[in-house]
T-cell receptor, first 116, second 112 residues
Framework: AQKVTQAQTEISVVEKEDVTLDCVYE???????LFWYKQPPSGELVFLIR??????QNEISGRYSWNFQKSTSSFNFTITASQVVDSAVYFC?????????????FGQGTRLTINP | SQTIHQWPATLVQPVGSPLSLECTVE??????LYWYRQAAGRGLQLLFY??????ISSEVPQNLSASRPQDRQFILSSKKLLLSDSGFYLC???????????FGPGTRLTVT
């Protein structure tokens, strides 16, 4: 069975600090997708990234970067120079790859608070 | 680009009453559609998904049901609500060939 673990329940940092959110997953599938979503106080889930299991290259998008390591089954998310607007709950998720339905398995989320 | 509408945004219902939550999508055809629930302080759990009109798959046994009467409409229902049905219900979609999964604004349901 698939499982996603986000061991950090809450993180609080001061603005401009760098922060890394951890995500560890378990799956028996040989191909799969990994995702990160942001949930601001409004509740809507905002898509941040999808990564195919074949692609272990790290990705950077502005202040956001993702480190995918298949050897340790981890897909960590780093925010550089954090801002108050980054405060939200962040979810890591996993699904099998393929043409059918994409059933996401979510971690429990990490609540990130950026203090001014 | 695709858009997901959900209504109502919030709902307060007594135990034992029926439920109907609606999700409609725009900007895409034949999407895969999903219903997720987020209980208070917990992660998201997939409830139902649909790969086409009239095709519904349930992921967990529960007091709820889903239907897809049209390609871009996905409905979550219950005949008699339980207190444990309270939560934040999110509709999501992804294109039929895969791709990113996007979420709607959600419906916050409180069963009293």
């Amino acid at each position: 069975a698939q499982k996603v673990t986000q061991a950090q329940t809450e993180i609080s940092v001061v603005e401009k600090e760098d922060v890394t959110l951890d995500c560890v997953y378990e799956t028996r599938d040989t191909t799969y997708y990994l995702f990160w979503y942001k949930q601001p106080p409004s509740g809507e889930l905002v898509f941040l990234i999808r990564r195919n299991s074949f692609d272990e290259q790290n990705e950077i998008s502005g202040r956001y970067s993702w480190n995918f390591q298949k050897s340790t089954s981890s897909f960590n998310f780093t925010i550089t120079a954090s801002q108050v607007v980054d405060s939200a709950v962040y979810f890591c998720a996993l699904s099998e790859a393929g043409q059918g339905a994409q059933k996401l398995v979510f971690g429990q989320g990490t609540r990130l608070t950026i203090n001014p | 680009s695709q858009t997901i509408h959900q209504w109502p945004a919030t709902l307060v219902q007594p135990v034992g009453s029926p439920l109907s939550l609606e999700c409609t999508v725009e900007g895409t055809s034949n999407p895969n559609l999903y219903w997720y629930r987020q209980a208070a302080g917990r992660g998201l759990q997939l409830l139902f998904y649909s790969v086409g009109i009239g095709q519904i798959s349930s992921e967990v046994p529960q007091n709820l049901s889903a239907s897809r009467p049209q390609d871009r409409q996905f409905i979550l229902s219950s005949k008699k609500l339980l207190l444990s049905d309270s939560g934040f219900y999110l509709c999501a979609l992804n294109p039929p060939g895969g791709g990113e999964q996007y979420f709607g604004p959600g419906t916050r349901l409180t069963v009293t």
